[in-house]
């Protein structure tokens, strides 16, 4: 075959079909930075960061696995740290079940082969060999215990069986942590570990509660899965499987098939209570010990009465009250016991000092009492919003706003001012928001927590005004576009961004430490938006795609994804980031925003596509679902109107831009969008009204020149509508030369800040071209050099975009004003080539076409 | 009769003082506070930038690998991605044709203008590793020189005539286009670019399988896999008087062959394991 030769359709789709195997192809091996010594044979499993290979030490002549890092992990140093650290664990542990590492760097551990597969793979066992497995994998976790290392992610995934399906080993510690450290990772909202098997306490993302007892329930858990074939709470949607974990209990095992001894201990594992769980896995070892070997076991059903207790305490806001309150009693008798006991020299000190300290408790417990109950809040909302409850997750926020207005009308409160501002902004009232942590931050500057929200918040604001601007300065898809686009060209223009940028940078760089609010993953994301503030967008995409692959639920990483590929215009990843965030979380109301306005612009790319009616009608209905979320939203109201006017429904998107207009005057766009609605129904209208509507539309321009001056498109907006006042005022026998001079004037000046705008030529070419015919317009130059002026800019804006349907058109016009018949006949037969089928004006110039061939 | 109104610019007034205030209303940004910020913010911003570690890459080095690599001489830059150009100027052209509505020549001509201009000029500032997959970076270049540079390029060049690329020689069926019907650009650009990765394996395999001295393996795929008509393994043994367990193996292995040769092709064009699988799955992907 040679090279050029064109194969048929019928042969690619074949040869397409030989191929497609490549896609999903998994046992490819990969380069590898194990040493020579070393020789790599298959791939055993691929998980999030690691590839996990069987290989031959050719030095010993075993076989061993061998754990990589995937390569895009290469380089992180998140994912080489818990490499090592995973190696420097298993180390210290020495247990039969439990595989030895052999060696150990930063890219590779080598250690023990198992080569049975995972307890997953294990087709239908009967129930003591499953007791028998657990049993040893518990006195493997009791080991680990033992040297103070929590799993915290056991399930039957990680736990391997020999080839005789003998032996078992617990693997992956690649989670695991060491108990007196444990602090750091373990802040409120963390999700760490695989859903459905997680603990309530883990599954909450708390962290007090995270230890031994979470990985005997994720040992019961597995018991559970192997024994039924399911995890105790199913494993189909991730945020419908958290909330089950918290609320509800596992459905019953199979009473015929398993006994009830096995299934006590099971269910004993999966108490939602950590306290009433086996006090360690050695004890859950040794109870299913006693169940091998036919004697009593110590765990009892629950009785009734303890059932119906388990019932109400699921009701845990009296639980929580009740804790609060014994916190308190404690605190209080470690302060006041031993002043009392104290003597004092003079009984005023004392007095006085007694009164400092009540006061000091005082706020003591109302901190205490409110970051508690706000914590809580806090992860309720979130889960809410993530099944998509979002009334729920609105009034749990609302709920949380109001404890803070009543704290702090008792006094001010850093801490609480930084609450009340996070709670807000959760809200979606970000104004408040900043206020609330810029009062937070002048009571207390050393709270990093405010800075940190604020450093956040900033950057969210930064990009939207940031889209904003460019969106104003977008001068249409058909001119070649001006350079403010770029975000340190947007700087120069305005300090007060520079400022706001260097704010945002400075609160971002401080060290949160152990904050009950914030995770290490969320310093990774503050990281990521620092690093995309200071215009370093591939290592911010970088660090929110780690973000992501540590916590898969961070949905706002997703959005900042989608966000950043927006602005890049690629719509389709675009897209794709934001229903990944809208399926992690059905309350995002940005995620429909950021999914409207990424399909909107990629059907605006090409008016002309077969995809174009489909694309603006996804991006209105995820317009409709955001006005839905956010009720009172201008911005909202503003998105939606652009979806109107995409489908060229003038009316509604009238309506709309009204509605946005009316909640927010300063929403600049609305009123040019608005103006433009206008513009566009007087040109199908053609009567009386249409010099009224156009009267309406030029006042909506006069106030967005007021809100922003020095707009090109503005200039070019207000051009066309006195072109249009032009014609309308000719069709009404009123012509005069001083609407088409206004219209060229204001064409000039748009040009004047951008040359190449190409809309403004063509309305240029089209006034000076009119101007030769219209009586009284002897100011505006003689015939000759009008009509001279009208061709330079009508091929000027053809050379610039030969496919504008804009461009031939005013060529057509101008050539026939000019005489030359047979050259606008042409233009005009290129203008109506590509012009889109549904196009309004297509009729309108059809009709001027033949009108011009009878000539 | 309207007023007379000549501008619906407000009149006097600095316009960006009048946009400051507003930035500060709708921003919460007080214009006068910028003044005061001290250096030592522009401090931590550079403190927080990344100091990157060079690793070794276990990629093998690609066409394209080396093209973007920081260290490659600028001649090895060219010449790959002269090679990159030769296999891939197709789906270029489809792009030109369709979104610029260029006849044949002018498209041709615009195709060679834009990787003359890509390896002549902007290639070394643009060409970097953040641009990812070959194929991502020639649509993001493509719409860039189209853009920016191809006017000013032509006016240059009107006259000049440089080739880099012999298409003039090409039979004219090296030019026909699939149809493009209700699809963008883009589509149709990736849709080329499909077949043109899928023939060119095609050659490589009639290559490779002819210098290994098994141009009937070779004849036996194209037989069962390219021609028009359905033909099953009997009729295969009859025509190549073998067994029809024979066609069957060597089906078998020009297969498996073909595979992996399209599996080079495509890791040509990308930098990385892991981009190498996401362009596989795109590869074989629903076509958009």
Same mark, same amino acid.
């Given at each position: 075959?040679?090279?050029?030769?064109?194969?048929?359709?019928?042969?690619?789709?074949?040869?397409?079909?030989?191929?497609?195997?490549?896609?999903?192809?998994?046992?490819?091996?990969?380069?590898?930075?194990?040493?020579?010594?070393?020789?790599?044979?298959?791939?055993?499993?691929?998980?999030?960061?690691?590839?996990?290979?069987?290989?031959?030490?050719?030095?010993?002549?075993?076989?061993?696995?061998?754990?990589?890092?995937?390569?895009?992990?290469?380089?992180?140093?998140?994912?080489?740290?818990?490499?090592?650290?995973?190696?420097?664990?298993?180390?210290?542990?020495?247990?039969?079940?439990?595989?030895?590492?052999?060696?150990?760097?930063?890219?590779?551990?080598?250690?023990?082969?198992?080569?049975?597969?995972?307890?997953?793979?294990?087709?239908d066992v009967e129930p003591r060999r499953v007791a028998l497995w657990?049993?040893?994998?518990?006195?493997?976790?009791?080991?680990?215990?033992?040297?103070?290392?929590?799993?915290?992610?056991?399930?039957?995934?990680?736990?391997?069986?020999?080839?005789?399906?003998?032996?078992?080993?617990?693997?992956?510690?690649?989670?695991?942590?060491?108990?007196?450290?444990?602090?750091?990772?373990?802040?409120?909202?963390?999700?760490?570990?695989?859903?459905?098997?997680?603990?309530?306490?883990?599954?909450?993302?708390?962290?007090?509660?995270?230890?031994?007892?979470?990985?005997?329930?994720?040992?019961?858990?597995?018991?559970?899965?192997?024994?039924?074939?399911?995890?105790?709470?199913?494993?189909?949607?991730?945020?419908?499987v958290l909330k089950a974990i918290v609320e509800t209990q596992p459905?019953?095992?199979?009473?015929?098939?398993?006994?009830?001894?096995?299934?006590?201990?099971?269910?004993?594992?999966?108490?939602?209570?950590?306290?009433?769980?086996?006090?360690?896995?050695?004890?859950?070892?040794?109870?299913?010990?006693?169940?091998?070997?036919?004697?009593?076991?110590?765990?009892?059903?629950?009785?009734?009465?303890?059932?119906?207790?388990?019932?109400?305490?699921?009701?845990?806001?009296?639980?929580?009250?009740?804790?609060?309150?014994?916190?308190?009693?404690?605190?209080?008798?470690?302060?006041?016991?031993?002043?009392?006991?104290?003597?004092?020299?003079?009984?005023?000190?004392?007095?006085?000092?007694?009164?400092?300290?009540?006061?000091?408790?005082?706020?003591?417990?109302?901190?205490?009492?409110?970051?508690?109950?706000?914590?809580?809040?806090?992860?309720? %909302?979130? !889960? *809410?919003?993530?099944? $998509? /409850?979002? @009334? &729920?997750?609105?009034? =749990?926020?609302?709920?949380?706003?109001?404890?803070?207005?009543?704290?702090?009308?008792?006094?001010?409160?850093?801490?609480?001012?930084?609450?009340?501002?996070?709670?807000?902004?959760?809200?979606?009232?970000?104004?408040?928001?900043?206020?609330?942590?810029?009062?937070?931050?002048?009571?207390?500057?050393?709270?990093?927590?405010?800075?940190?929200?604020?450093?956040?918040?900033?950057?969210?604001?930064?990009?939207?005004?940031?889209?904003?601007?460019?969106?104003?300065?977008?001068?249409?898809?058909?001119?070649?576009?001006?350079?403010?686009?770029?975000?340190?060209?947007?700087?120069?223009?305005?300090?007060?961004?520079?400022?706001?940028?260097?704010?945002?940078?400075?609160?971002?760089?401080?060290?949160?430490?152990?904050?009950?609010?914030?995770?290490?993953?969320?310093?990774?994301?503050?990281? %990521?938006? !620092? *690093?995309?503030?200071? $215009? /370093?967008? @591939? &290592?911010?995409?970088? =660090?929110?795609?780690?973000?992501?692959?540590?916590?898969?639920?961070?949905?706002?990483?997703?959005?900042?994804?989608?966000?950043?590929?927006?602005?890049?215009?690629?719509?389709?990843?675009?897209?794709?980031?934001?229903?990944?965030?809208?399926?992690?979380?059905?309350?995002?109301?940005?995620?429909?925003?950021?999914?409207?306005?990424?399909?909107?612009?990629?059907?605006?790319?090409?008016?002309?596509?077969?995809?174009?009616?489909?694309?603006?009608?996804?991006?209105?209905?995820?317009?409709?679902?955001?006005?839905?979320?956010?009720?009172?939203?201008?911005?909202?109201?503003?998105?939606?109107?652009?979806?109107?006017?995409?489908?060229?429904?003038?009316?509604?998107?009238?309506?709309?831009?009204?509605?946005?207009?009316?909640?927010?005057?300063?929403?600049?766009?609305?009123?040019?969008?608005? %103006?433009?609605?206008?513009?566009?129904?007087?040109?199908?209208? &053609?009567?009386?009204?249409?010099?009224?509507?156009?009267?309406?539309?030029?006042?909506?321009?006069?106030?967005?020149f007021e809100l922003r001056p020095g707009i090109p498109r503005f200039?070019?907006?207000?051009?066309?509508?006195?072109?249009?006042?032009?014609?309308?005022?000719?069709?009404?026998?009123?012509?005069?030369?001083?609407?088409?001079?206004?219209?060229?004037?204001?064409?000039?000046?748009?040009?004047?800040?951008?040359?190449?705008?190409?809309?403004?030529?063509?309305?240029?070419?089209?006034?000076?071209?009119?101007?030769?015919?219209?009586?009284?317009?002897?100011?505006?130059?003689?015939?000759?050099?009008?009509?001279?002026?009208?061709?330079?800019?009508?091929?000027?804006?053809?050379?610039?975009?030969?496919?504008?349907?804009?461009?031939?058109?005013?060529?057509?016009?101008?050539?026939?004003?000019?005489?030359?018949?047979?050259?606008?006949?042409?233009?005009?037969?290129?203008?109506? &080539?590509?012009?889109?089928?549904?196009?309004?004006?297509?009729?309108?110039?059809?009709?001027?076409?033949?009108?011009?061939?009878?000539? | 009769?309207?007023?007379?109104?000549?501008?619906?610019?407000?009149?006097?007034?600095?316009?960006?003082?009048?946009?400051?205030?507003?930035?500060?209303?709708?921003?919460?940004?007080?214009?006068?506070?910028?003044?005061?910020?001290?250096?030592?913010?522009?401090?931590?911003?550079?403190?927080?930038?990344?100091?990157?570690?060079?690793?070794?890459?276990?990629?093998?080095?690609?066409?394209?690998?080396?093209?973007?690599?920081?260290?490659?001489?600028?001649?090895?830059?060219?010449?790959?991605?002269?090679?990159?150009?030769?296999?891939?100027?197709?789906?270029?052209?489809?792009?030109?044709?369709?979104?610029?509505?260029?006849?044949?020549?002018?498209?041709?001509?615009?195709?060679?203008?834009?990787?003359?201009?890509?390896?002549?000029?902007?290639?070394?500032?643009?060409?970097?590793?953040?641009?990812?997959?070959?194929?991502?970076?020639?649509?993001?270049?493509?719409?860039?020189?189209?853009?920016?540079?191809?006017?000013?390029?032509?006016?240059?060049?009107?006259?000049?005539?440089?080739?880099?690329?012999?298409?003039?020689?090409?039979?004219?069926?090296?030019?026909?286009?699939?149809?493009?019907?209700?699809?963008?650009?883009?589509?149709?650009?990736?849709?080329?670019?499909?077949?043109?990765?899928?023939?060119?394996?095609?050659?490589?395999?009639?290559?490779?399988?002819?210098?290994?001295?098994?141009?009937?393996?070779?004849?036996?795929?194209?037989?069962?896999?390219?021609?028009?008509?359905?033909?099953?393994?009997?009729?295969?043994?009859?025509?190549?008087?073998?067994?029809?367990?024979?066609?069957?193996?060597?089906?078998?292995?020009?297969?498996?062959?073909?595979?992996?040769?399209?599996?080079?092709?495509?890791?040509?064009?990308?930098?990385?394991?892991?981009?190498?699988?996401?362009?596989?799955?795109?590869?074989?992907?629903?076509?958009?």
């Amino acid at each position: 075959m040679r090279p050029d030769e064109t194969l048929p359709q019928h042969a690619l789709d074949r040869l397409r079909d030989v191929g497609a195997p490549l896609a999903e192809e998994t046992d490819v091996l990969p380069e590898s930075p194990v040493p020579e010594k070393y020789r790599l044979v298959s791939v055993l499993g691929r998980g999030g960061m690691g590839v996990v290979c069987e290989a031959e030490d050719l030095s010993l002549g075993r076989r061993v696995a061998i754990k990589l890092l995937r390569e895009r992990f290469g380089d992180s140093g998140e994912a080489t740290s818990r490499l090592r650290r995973e190696a420097m664990v298993v180390a210290r542990l020495s247990h039969p079940n439990i595989a030895a590492v052999f060696e150990a760097t930063d890219r590779y551990i080598a250690m023990e082969l198992v080569d049975g597969g995972t307890l997953a793979e294990q087709p239908d066992v009967e129930p003591r060999r499953v007791a028998l497995w657990i049993r040893d994998a518990a006195r493997a976790v009791h080991c680990a215990h033992e040297a103070g290392i929590i799993h915290r992610d056991i399930k039957p995934q990680n736990i391997l069986v020999d080839r005789g399906g003998h032996r078992v080993f617990v693997t992956d510690f690649g989670l695991a942590k060491e108990i007196a450290v444990d602090s750091s990772l373990s802040a409120s909202g963390r999700v760490i570990g695989t859903p459905a098997f997680m603990a309530p306490e883990q599954a909450r993302g708390k962290t007090s509660g995270v230890g031994v007892s979470t990985d005997v329930y994720a040992l019961g858990a597995t018991l559970y899965a192997i024994l039924s074939g399911d995890p105790p709470f199913g494993e189909d949607d991730i945020y419908t499987v958290l909330k089950a974990i918290v609320e509800t209990q596992p459905a019953p095992l199979d009473a015929e098939r398993i006994a009830p001894d096995l299934r006590t201990i099971t269910m004993k594992c999966l108490e939602k209570s950590p306290s009433k769980r086996y006090a360690s896995a050695a004890e859950l070892a040794d109870d299913l010990d006693r169940w091998l070997d036919g004697r009593p076991i110590v765990a009892r059903p629950p009785t009734r009465l303890e059932r119906f207790r388990s019932a109400v305490k699921r009701r845990r806001g009296l639980m929580i009250g009740l804790l609060v309150g014994l916190v308190l009693i404690g605190i209080a008798s470690a302060v006041l016991v031993p002043m009392f006991l104290s003597q004092k020299e003079s009984l005023g000190d004392a007095r006085r000092e007694l009164e400092q300290e009540r006061q000091d408790k005082a706020s003591v417990r109302r901190e205490l009492n409110l970051w508690t109950r706000l914590s809580q809040t806090l992860t309720d %909302a979130q !889960l *809410a919003g993530r099944v $998509g /409850e979002v @009334e &729920r997750e609105q009034r =749990l926020l609302d709920e949380g706003i109001e404890l803070c207005l009543a704290d702090l009308a008792q006094g001010p409160s850093a801490k609480t001012h930084f609450l009340h501002g996070k709670l807000l902004r959760a809200r979606g009232r970000i104004s408040e928001a900043r206020a609330a942590l810029d009062q937070s931050i002048e009571l207390d500057p050393a709270l990093s927590e405010a800075h940190f929200e604020r450093g956040t918040l900033l950057v969210d604001r930064l990009t939207e005004l940031y889209f904003e601007h460019r969106e104003l300065y977008s001068i249409g898809p058909e001119s070649p576009q001006p350079t403010v686009r770029e975000f340190s060209s947007f700087e120069r223009m305005f300090p007060q961004v520079r400022f706001l940028r260097q704010l945002a940078a400075a609160d971002l760089s401080v060290d949160l430490g152990q904050s009950p609010f914030y995770r290490a993953v969320d310093e990774q994301f503050g990281q %990521a938006k !620092l *690093a995309r503030l200071i $215009g /370093e967008t @591939e &290592r911010a995409k970088e =660090l929110f795609l780690g973000v992501l692959n540590e916590e898969p639920l961070y949905v706002e990483a997703s959005l900042s994804l989608a966000r950043l590929a927006l602005e890049e215009g690629d719509w389709t990843e675009a897209v794709r980031r934001a229903t990944e965030a809208i399926e992690r979380h059905r309350g995002a109301t940005r995620a429909y925003t950021l999914r409207s306005r990424a399909n909107l612009a990629g059907a605006l790319e090409n008016p002309s596509g077969g995809q174009y009616r489909n694309k603006v009608q996804a991006s209105l209905s995820d317009a409709d679902r955001v006005i839905e979320l956010s009720q009172d939203d201008a911005q909202a109201y503003f998105e939606r109107g652009l979806c109107h006017l995409a489908l060229r429904d003038w009316e509604a998107a009238i309506e709309d831009l009204d509605v946005a207009i009316a909640r927010d005057e300063d929403l600049v766009r609305a009123w040019s969008e608005r %103006a433009r609605a206008r513009l566009e129904q007087a040109k199908e209208i &053609r009567s009386d009204e249409a010099l009224a509507m156009l009267r309406e539309a030029e006042a909506d321009v006069r106030k967005a020149f007021e809100l922003r001056p020095g707009i090109p498109r503005f200039e070019v907006l207000s051009g066309r509508l006195f072109f249009e006042r032009a014609l309308a005022e000719a069709r009404l026998g009123q012509a005069s030369s001083e609407s088409w001079l206004a219209a060229r004037e204001a064409f000039s000046e748009a040009l004047r800040f951008w040359p190449q705008t190409v809309s403004a030529l063509c309305g240029r070419a089209r006034c000076n071209s009119a101007l030769t015919r219209v009586e009284g317009s002897e100011g505006a130059g003689p015939v000759e050099m009008l009509t001279l002026l009208a061709r330079a800019d009508a091929k000027k804006a053809v050379e610039l975009a030969p496919t504008s349907p804009l461009a031939w058109r005013a060529t057509a016009e101008v050539a026939a004003r000019a005489g030359a018949t047979d050259e606008a006949i042409q233009a005009a037969q290129t203008a109506l &080539r590509f012009l889109g089928p549904g196009d309004s004006e297509k009729a309108e110039l059809e009709s001027w076409l033949t009108e011009l061939e009878a000539r | 009769m309207c007023s007379p109104v000549r501008s619906l610019r407000p009149t006097g007034g600095p316009k960006w003082f009048r946009y400051t205030r507003h930035l500060a209303v709708r921003y919460d940004i007080d214009p006068r506070t910028h003044e005061s910020f001290s250096e030592e913010t522009e401090l931590s911003v550079n403190a927080a930038s990344p100091s990157s570690s060079g690793h070794r890459r276990p990629f093998p080095t690609t066409r394209w690998s080396l093209l973007i690599a920081q260290d490659a001489e600028d001649e090895r830059r060219r010449e790959s991605m002269l090679r990159l150009a030769e296999q891939y100027w197709k789906p270029v052209y489809a792009y030109l044709c369709q979104r610029w509505r260029l006849d044949a020549t002018e498209a041709a001509d615009v195709t060679q203008a834009f990787f003359l201009w890509a390896i002549e000029t902007e290639l070394l500032d643009r060409a970097d590793r953040s641009r990812g997959r070959f194929r991502t970076w020639l649509k993001v270049t493509l719409k860039h020189f189209l853009y920016d540079r191809w006017r000013a390029e032509r006016r240059q060049k009107r006259g000049g005539d440089q080739r880099i690329l012999s298409l003039a020689q090409l039979p004219a069926t090296a030019f026909d286009l699939p149809d493009a019907t209700g699809r963008t650009p883009e589509e149709v650009l990736d849709s080329v670019w499909r077949s043109q990765v899928l023939q060119r394996a095609v050659h490589i395999l009639e290559e490779e399988l002819t210098s290994e001295g098994r141009p009937r393996t070779y004849s036996i795929f194209c037989d069962y896999f390219l021609a028009e008509e359905d033909v099953d393994y009997a009729r295969l043994a009859e025509r190549y008087g073998c067994k029809s367990s024979d066609v069957s193996n060597a089906l078998q292995a020009a297969k498996k062959r073909y595979r992996s040769v399209l599996r080079r092709v495509i890791a040509e064009t990308v930098s990385s394991e892991d981009e190498l699988r996401d362009e596989l799955r795109w590869f074989f992907g629903p076509e958009s």
